[in-house]
């Protein structure tokens, strides 16, 4: 039995070693280059939905804190690199309905225009339009209708930003 477990566990390393994954680290190639340190300016919103500047600002800073590409800077004159964009849209749909033709679930989805640009030259390093969406369940109370969508463009914003991350990547 011994003999099989460890056949089995040679087996799982070897298959994970050949698949190429493998957990982003500083020695990784990204279209940043030599850039060290990156400054997350706000988003800005150029849709009618509240605060979403702000929840993908902070879903796209929390996301390069936990990676070891770069470090974030507070402040724009300390980085080498900036990283700005625009949540250009954002709606909300039914998409399901029950048996009493009610709604019963809504897509949220969200679209934002992001930019990599190396701040010593204003040279635009790499940008790109990111789209997500959400389903989330229909709700008869108004305010936790506007629960479930928050909670959606949340999601929404941090698939965007995890997005984002992995298309920064240049080799996996």
């Known amino acids: 039995m011994k003999a099989a477990a460890r056949l089995t566990l040679l087996w799982l390393l070897l298959a994970l070693a050949g698949c190429g994954y493998h957990v982003p ?3 990784d190639a990204w279209v940043g280059q030599q850039g060290r ?5 706000l988003f800005a919103n150029r849709t009618v ?3 979403l500047d702000t929840i993908v600002t902070d879903e796209v800073a929390t996301q390069f804190a936990r990676s070891r590409l770069v470090a974030l800077v507070e402040e724009r004159a300390g980085a080498d ?3 700005v964009g625009t949540v250009t849209g954002f709606d909300s749909q039914a998409v399901a309905y029950d048996a009493d033709d009610n709604i019963s679930e809504y897509r949220a989805s969200m679209t934002v225009k992001a930019r990599l640009v190396r701040r010593s030259d204003g040279t635009v390093l790499w940008q790109a339009d990111l789209r997500r969406s959400e389903t ?3 709700q008869l109370d108004k305010s936790q209708q506007q629960g479930e969508e928050s909670l959606a463009a949340r999601i929404v914003a941090r698939r965007i930003a995890e997005d984002l991350l992995a298309r920064l990547l240049a080799a996996f």
Request: zero cysteines; hydrophobic letters at 35%.
């Open 37 to 41: 340190t990156l400054y997350v300016e």
């Open 49 to 51: 939905e509240p605060y």
């Open 136 to 138: 989330y369940p229909a």
């Open 25 to 27: 680290g500083s020695g």
């Open 81 to 83: 690199l900036l990283m």
